[in-house]
C-alpha cells in the first residue's frame, strides 16, 4: 500500500483527465495520502450517472455488464461474501450522501507515518449543476507545504496547484465531456473513472473505496459531538499489492509492519449517513522483531539496542462544520487563471479519447450481439436442379 494505490480497487482502463499522478509534495506525503485519498477518488463498482449539465437530460440507465467467463484452465475467483450488518449500514450510507442536492464541510486529515508528521486541511463543496469545491492545503512537511484547488462551475472545471514557488493551473469544458460520457455506449467502469480523476467523487467514493478495501465486520453505538453514530471497525480484505518502503511485497501472512495502517475505524451519522470521522490504524507487534543484520559468520550485527523500532503509522481524516442540502453561494464556485498565467485545456484531447472509446464499445457490441443472434437459418436451403432441356440435341 505505501506508495501504491488502494489494493482492492478494481483497475480500470485509463483516459487522461486533467492529471493522474498528483504532484508529490514528499514521498512520506504520497505514501500516506494514497492510504486514504485512493478511498476518496478512485472508481467503484456500481455504474453512476455523469452529473448532469443544467437543462440536460438524463441519459437512459446503463446495465452492468455479465461478469465475464473464467478463462480456461484459470480458476474462477471465489463467490463474493455477503455483507456483514456494519457493510450494510454503509451502504445506506452511500446512497444518503449521492442523493445530497447541496453540501458544506471543512475537513482535516492528521498523518504520522515513517517519522513524519503532517496536516491536510481542506474544504468541501457541493451543489447542483455540476458545480464543486474541493481545497486542500498540507502543512508540517519541510519544504514541501502546498495547496490543491479543485473548482468547478458548472461550466469550467479548473484545477490549481501551488508547490513552494511553483504555480499550476488546468482547466477542462464539461458539457462536451458530459455528452460524452452520458452516451448509452459509454462503459460505466470507464464513466465512473473519469469522473472520480476530474474530482466530481465526494465522500460516498470514500465509503465506496473503503467499502471495497476493509471488511467491515464489527459495529457499535456512540456519540461525536453529541450526535448520534454508527462506529465501525474493520481490518483489510487481502494485502495484494501491500509493498513495504522499498517497494518490496509485504508477506502473505503474520503480522502487518507496524507502519502500515491496518485498522479502520468509520464514525457514520446515524440519522445522514455522513462519515464524520475515519481512522487508519497501525498496529504495534506485541514481538519486537529482530531488525539486525547477519554478518558472514552467520551472528547477528550489534546489540538489541540498536533494533530499529518502528512507530505506529496514524491516519485521521475529520469533517466539521457538515452542512446537508443547506444553501451554497454561488460566487463560492467562481475562479479565473492570472491573464499571464500559463493555462494547461485538455478538453479536446479528452473528448477524441473518449469518441474513440465509444466507437470501440459500440463496435464490441455490436459483434457480441451478431454471435448471440447466429445463422439466420436453423438449416441450409436446398437448391433444386434445373429440369432437363427436352428438346433433343
Known amino acids: 500500500m505505501i506508495g501504491h494505490s488502494c489494493p482492492c480497487l478494481e483497475e480500470l482502463p485509463y483516459i487522461q483527465t486533467m492529471y493522474h499522478k498528483r504532484t508529490d509534495l514528499h514521498g512520506a506525503a504520497l505514501a500516506a495520502s494514497m492510504l486514504l485519498t485512493a478511498a476518496l477518488t478512485w472508481t467503484t463498482h456500481a455504474p453512476a450517472q455523469a452529473p448532469q449539465p443544467s437543462g440536460a437530460q438524463p441519459p437512459a440507465p446503463v446495465a452492468p455488464a455479465p461478469a465475464p467467463a473464467a478463462p480456461a484452465g484459470k480458476p474462477a475467483e471465489p463467490p463474493q ?111 465512473d473513472q473519469i469522473l472520480n480523476q476530474m474530482g466530481f467523487a465526494g465522500p460516498d467514493a470514500l465509503l465506496v473505496g473503503l467499502r471495497k478495501s476493509v471488511r467491515f465486520d464489527q459495529k457499535e453505538e456512540d456519540t461525536l459531538d453529541g450526535k448520534a453514530m454508527w462506529v465501525l471497525h474493520g481490518t483489510w480484505r487481502n494485502r495484494n499489492g501491500l509493498v513495504g518502503p522499498d517497494q ?123 454471435r448471440q443472434e447466429g445463422p439466420v437459418l436453423d438449416q441450409p436451403i436446398d437448391i433444386p436442379k434445373p429440369p432437363a432441356d427436352p428438346t433433343p440435341k
Not at 285 to 301: A, F, Q
Open 81 to 191: 461474501e455477503p455483507p456483514t450488518e456494519a457493510e450494510r449500514l454503509i451502504d445506506l450510507a452511500i446512497k444518503k450522501i449521492a442523493g445530497l442536492k447541496s453540501v458544506s464541510a471543512d475537513m482535516v486529515q492528521n498523518v504520522v507515518m515513517l517519522k513524519q508528521k503532517f496536516d491536510i486541511k481542506g474544504r468541501y463543496l457541493k451543489a447542483a449543476d455540476s458545480r464543486t469545491y474541493l481545497k486542500l492545503a498540507v502543512s508540517g512537511l519541510p519544504d514541501s507545504d502546498g495547496t490543491i484547488l479543485q473548482v468547478c462551475d458548472g461550466e469550467t472545471l479548473w484545477e490549481y496547484q501551488q508547490i513552494l514557488e511553483s504555480r499550476v493551473y488546468r482547466k477542462l469544458s464539461i458539457k462536451p465531456i458530459f455528452e460524452r460520457l452520458n452516451s448509452p455506449d459509454m462503459d460505466p467502469k470507464t464513466r
Open 248 to 370: 518490496r511485497p509485504l508477506p502473505a501472512t503474520g503480522p502487518l509492519p507496524a507502519y502500515v495502517p491496518s485498522l479502520a475505524t468509520l464514525y457514520l451519522g446515524k440519522d445522514d449517513g455522513w462519515p464524520y470521522r475515519m481512522e487508519l490504524l497501525g498496529k504495534v507487534p506485541t514481538i519486537l522483531y529482530d531488525t539486525r543484520r547477519i554478518g558472514p559468520d552467520g551472528k547477528v550485527i550489534g546489540s538489541r539496542s540498536s533494533i530499529e523500532r518502528i512507530d505506529a503509522s496514524e491516519i485521521r481524516l475529520v469533517y466539521s462544520n457538515v452542512q446537508l442540502n443547506a444553501a451554497v453561494r454561488p460566487e463560492e464556485f467562481a475562479f479565473q487563471a492570472p491573464p499571464n498565467a500559463t493555462v494547461e485545456d485538455n478538453t479536446e484531447i479528452i473528448i477524441k479519447g473518449l469518441d474513440q472509446a465509444i466507437l470501440v464499445q459500440t463496435m464490441q457490441k455490436r459483434a457480441e450481439a451478431a
